[in-house]
């Protein structure tokens, strides 16, 4: 089943394409012959899943997008009290490439401006046999997951052309921020932003960063928490320049954008986003770049204050109704169609809430789901808030769903999701607890994979299975020794604490056994319908009931009372013991089954 999240990704990607303002980078003349209609779009979660449409593998210049892991490393080398005595953490309000730089001291305001990331450059040191370059390389391809190489052309057009970096480098020398001799430290910011990578690569080192410095690809810790939080607020306030505020305020997330192209967007906890498209508007960031961002944080509500929750996956656990049975004692035939064919329904337990990336792993769940699944019961009960882009997308998953010929199912007690499908084509099937969810399917199963035997609405004393071990003229003894009982629906049968009453044939409708829960609320055990039977357990608790049992509907049974059976096993002890033989057979039966179902619940 196709994603509603690469569905609308290609929506948006379609639409926005149709941008054509802008005008891409050319004062580096390496740059300057790029295809303005490249344009790709790549979210990467942190669990490592990744969405892209577009031209996602089409290489170009990191650029400015360096700085954020240059500056990066030079707070896990130095911490934060040494570079903070180099480089500020104050937004400038100017754009990339102005002397931003503190009266008296010549201290660079940020590490995203050109002077605060030339300073950021300067700090690395060679180690362990690298040099300072090399180290940056490394650095930067452990957050992409693959080893980034540098564009050599760039460069060269960079150290030609970049009189205002140098400018600025000499500048910073003078105040002995840059310590040393500039040149190197041009020559290795010049190769830092001539380092090539793709959209793809940006998502991740942006999901990296997102990870707290974990590759969720390669689930190698890059860098430990503290830089990580340094630099993730620091492109939170400054990554955008002179409109980050205008950024922060339409997007709030921390991002960075580079005059290549690229943009990328970082929503901690949860995912990073990257986007590629080579005009730039006034500011130096990519026109498409802007309104991707800004239309995803809108539509999936990634802004910060809206996702402010740790983006953890919302499944809690995934399994077949085989797992989980009903409870339902069901005659052979089928028991043996569920045994069959009980894998075409699965149960997906969500919890915990339903903002993006609990939404986006839910929605991963549906689309990956195998093609025998036809039943999918989603279980809300442990799901807290559920954010509107969850409502719109698991709305369209269901469509999807549909159209694959498959049925979706909800356990929601609390009405969680009672208005998203209002307006469906054909109602939701939506149930209080898990149980009534799972006998629905199975029954839904039973019918289509049997027939008229494997489901029946009514039977006659010889059809049921309890019976089935003994003669035809056996049975006619048994039923001759019956008497027949009718209850109306919610009628109480059989109440906790009554002494044994006998054993309860199912001819038509239905039944359902309860306890009191431990707050006190009524947990449905089981439903019986017809052909099954109910009251001889209590002859393993003392005689005495230890369930209530209540009809659901109109129901129709016969009854071999305690009074029958004692003259039975006066009067006719080998049809007694055989009777004993067949109850006992089909009590492990159901014992097997509420064994099974209590499995789940003490998990629960």
């Not at 290489?59 to 130095?78: C, H, M, R, V």
């Not at 922060?248 to 990257?274: D, E, F, Y």
């Not at 919302?314 to 569920?338: H, K, Q, V, W």
């Amino acid at each position: 089943m196709e994603s509603p999240i690469e569905r609308y990704l290609q929506r948006i990607h379609q639409e926005i394409s149709s941008l054509k303002d802008g005008k891409p980078y050319s004062t580096i003349p390496a740059m300057a012959n790029v295809n303005p209609d490249n344009f790709g779009i790549c979210l990467t979660t942190v669990d490592g899943y990744i969405y892209e449409v577009g031209d996602t593998r089409e290489e170009f210049s990191i650029q400015s997008i360096s700085k954020p892991f240059t500056y990066g490393l030079a707070l896990a080398d130095l911490g934060l009290e040494a570079v903070d005595e180099k480089v500020d953490v104050e937004p400038s309000g100017d754009s990339f490439n102005e002397m931003s730089l503190a009266e008296g001291t010549g201290r660079p305001s940020n590490a995203m401006i050109n002077a605060g990331a030339l300073t950021a450059t300067s700090l690395i040191k060679g180690s362990g046999g690298n040099a300072r370059f090399k180290r940056v390389l490394n650095t930067y391809s452990a957050f992409a997951g693959r080893q980034l190489t540098v564009n050599n052309e760039i460069f060269e057009s960079e150290l030609e052309h970049g009189h205002r970096n140098r400018a600025l480098a000499h500048l910073l020398r003078s105040f002995n921020i840059i310590e040393d001799d500039p040149t190197p430290v041009l020559e290795d910011y010049f190769r830092q932003c001539s380092v090539l990578v793709n959209c793809l690569d940006l998502s991740i080192m942006a999901a990296t960063l997102a990870n707290s410095g974990r590759n969720p690809m390669t689930d190698k810790q890059v860098m430990e928490i503290v830089p990580i939080e340094r630099v993730l607020s620091v492109m939170t306030t400054c990554g955008m320049y002179d409109d980050a505020g205008a950024w922060i305020s339409t997007v709030g997330m921390p991002a960075k954008s580079g005059v290549g192209g690229g943009t990328i967007a970082v929503l901690p906890g949860q995912v990073g986003l990257a986007v590629y498209s080579p005009p730039l508007d006034e500011h130096g960031s990519s026109v498409r770049g802007m309104a991707t961002s800004q239309r995803l944080s809108r539509d999936m509500e990634l802004h910060f204050v809206r996702a402010a929750r740790t983006g953890k996956s919302a499944i809690r656990s995934t399994y077949d109704i085989t797992a989980s049975p009903s409870g339902i004692r069901r005659n052979d035939e089928a028991m043996e169609i569920l045994r069959n064919h009980g894998h075409r329904a699965r149960v997906i337990e969500l919890n915990g809430d339903l903002l993006f990336a609990g939404t986006e792993s839910m929605v991963r769940e549906l689309s990956a789901l195998e093609e025998n699944v036809e039943l999918v019961i989603l279980d809300l009960r442990r799901v807290d808030e559920v954010a509107d882009v969850s409502l719109r997308l698991l709305a369209e998953a269901r469509e999807n769903l549909v159209e694959d010929g498959r049925e979706l199912v909800l356990i929601d007690s609390e009405g969680t999701l009672a208005e998203t499908f209002e307006d469906v084509d054909r109602d939701v099937p939506t149930f209080d607890t898990r149980t009534a969810a799972v006998e629905w399917c199975e029954n839904q199963l039973i019918t289509r994979y049997g027939d008229e035997l494997s489901l029946p609405s009514r039977v006659d004393i010889a059809e049921c299975p309890a019976l089935n071990p003994l003669s035809t003229d056996d049975v006619r003894k048994l039923a001759e020794r019956m008497e027949p009982r009718e209850y109306q629906d919610g009628e109480v049968v059989r109440r906790i604490g009554q002494r044994f009453g006998g054993v309860f044939f199912i001819l038509a409708g239905k039944i359902t056994t309860s306890v009191a829960g431990p707050t006190g609320h009524r947990v449905k055990l089981t439903t019986l319908s017809a052909g099954m039977t109910f009251g001889e357990l209590a002859l393993g608790s003392d005689d005495r009931q230890e369930t209530t049992v209540k009809a659901a509907g109109n129901v129709e049974v016969m009854v071999l009372t305690a009074e029958a059976i004692s003259r039975l096993e006066s009067e006719d002890q080998r049809l007694a013991l055989e009777l004993w033989k067949a109850l006992t057979r089909d009590a492990y039966t159901r014992v097997d089954l509420y064994l099974r179902e209590t499995a789940i619940r003490i998990r629960d």
